[in-house]
């Protein structure tokens, strides 16, 4: 079992580009989220999907926005970055329906904008 | 306020002690909670989950809930310096995890 897969670890961009993050759930898992850690931070919630739609979605502005596959993998959009979106970017899987079940992180992808 | 809240640290410890660490929550209906330790640069690792009342323990590690008071703690025996690292606090609400900011441990040789 890979676990939670995350591509690309790393990148740089610069202001006002846009940004596609991706992330395959641990198998056997069909809810993913997505979170920002900004440094000295705890994660903050962006948003979640499953069946392919956002169920929840936490205070983050428009320009982000994400997709999820019928393979349960997903992507995140950034659109017009800023440089506060500098961060580390998390995507969780977990079973959706089950009530007490732990999420999984992925290795995360860093983000630089300068 | 903040939905988790937690010391920041950091909190020394010698090699060998106990380590204490603590969090509190805002919503009492909150069902799921969890430990998560995270090295420098690294993603959250599931230390523990703990659903109920009472102690919960997997090897040197100890989780406690209370949920009249809405407090979450972990114990960490017979500490190790690999243990030093940032040790998040979670809790599952309404189908997303609010995170506290971490406490960072340091164990000391």
């Known amino acids: 079992d890979a676990g939670v897969t995350q591509s690309p670890t790393h990148l740089i961009k610069t202001r006002g580009q846009q940004v596609t993050l991706r992330c395959s759930p641990k198998s056997g898992h069909d809810t993913v989220s997505w979170y920002q850690q900004a440094l000295g931070q705890g994660p903050q919630f962006i948003f979640q999907?499953?069946?392919?739609?956002?169920?929840q979605r936490g205070n983050f502005p428009d320009r982000f926005s994400g997709h999820q596959f019928p393979n349960y993998s997903s992507e995140l959009n950034v659109n017009a970055l800023l440089l506060g979106d500098s961060a580390l970017y998390l995507c969780?899987?977990?079973?959706?329906?089950?009530?007490?079940?732990?999420?999984?992180f992925g290795q995360g992808t860093r983000l630089t904008v300068v | 306020q903040k939905e988790v809240e937690q010391n920041s640290g950091p909190l020394s410890v010698p090699e060998g002690a106990i380590a204490s660490l603590n969090c509190t929550y805002s919503d009492r209906g909150s069902q799921s909670f969890f430990w998560y330790r995270q090295y420098s640069g690294k993603s959250p690792e599931l230390i523990m989950s703990i659903y109920s009342n009472g102690d919960k323990e997997d090897g040197r590690f100890t989780a406690q809930l209370n949920k009249a008071s809405q407090y979450v703690s972990l114990l960490i025996r017979d500490s190790q310096p690999s243990d030093s690292a940032t040790y998040l606090c979670a809790v599952y609400n309404f189908n997303k995890f609010y995170f506290g900011s971490g406490t960072k441990l340091n164990v000391k040789p």
């Open positions: 999907y499953y069946e392919e739609e956002e169920r």
């Open positions: 969780a899987s977990r079973p959706r329906g089950l009530r007490n079940t732990e999420a999984f």
